[in-house]
């Protein structure tokens, strides 16, 4: 149930009370840099039966999308009736036909008041920060990502540097106070994602949004209203 999540080290056969033979025992090392909770058992899928009404309805919005003409759209279903599952089906079938950008944001039930939590664990992951990295490499590590979709990255890398808590000499964020800095870290957030759109298009899929942070909530909202002319598929 846990190997998709964390990555672990054989410690042997032991002898645990209670159980007759020795039991293989194995001693966590440290969580994986994984995208959701679905991706992390996505190696033990079977086929998809069934929803193909809804993943039409999905690709079909995906199209609209690509076609400039963006498109949101909210799955609901009971835990484990497959929302996932079809959205990682429709990603499969879209990236045969083109190429483009997959941004994958996981609300968890520990950090549902814990501002931008979804947000910040996506840059890590997607810029391929470990723990134990020492500082200099993770601004390495960020400043490659941020390149990526940053109109302007010197305007730009003290908005991610601030959010991940980084120190840096070189990307010093602007005196402000928290509600305007709040409104500047959404800002950069915003234009940077329309500004990736521009290279490919882009589908953003949020999981578990139940959990989600207010402040995630609000990036969420305002990314709603911000998204219109552009090729953005949000899920």
């Given at each position: ?7 672990f ?28 909770r ?8 079977t086929p ?6 809804t ?20 799955l ?39 501002a ?15 723990q ?13 990502l ?35 800095k ?54």
């Open positions: 149930m846990t190997r998709g999540l964390f990555e080290e054989n410690i042997g056969h032991h002898s645990l009370k209670g159980i007759k033979e020795p039991q293989q025992v194995w001693r966590v090392i440290k969580e994986k840099s994984i995208s959701s679905f991706v992390a058992h996505a190696a033990e899928l998809m039966v069934d929803r193909r009404d993943l039409q309805t999905l690709i079909d919005g995906w199209h609209e999308a690509a076609a400039r003409r963006a498109q949101v759209v909210l609901v279903g009971e835990p484990g009736v497959g929302k996932s599952r079809v959205v990682e089906e429709m990603s499969d079938i879209i990236s045969l036909q083109s190429e483009h950008h997959h941004p994958q944001y996981q609300c968890s039930p520990y950090h549902a008041n814990t931008l939590y979804p947000v910040v664990a996506r840059l890590r992951t997607a810029a391929g920060i470990e134990g990295d020492p500082p200099e490499l993770q601004l390495e590590k960020l400043e490659a941020v390149r990526n979709s940053s109109p302007d990255i010197e305007a730009d890398m003290p908005a991610f540097v601030e959010l991940l808590s980084l120190p840096a000499a070189r990307w010093q964020a602007p005196n402000l106070d928290p509600e305007a709040k409104e500047w870290i959404l800002t950069t957030l915003i234009e940077n994602l329309l500004s990736l759109s521009e290279s490919r298009p882009v589908l953003v899929t949020i999981e578990d949004i139940h959990w989600i942070d207010p402040t995630t909530l609000d990036l969420l909202e305002r990314i709603i209203d911000a998204i219109s002319g552009h090729a953005i598929f949000l899920v």
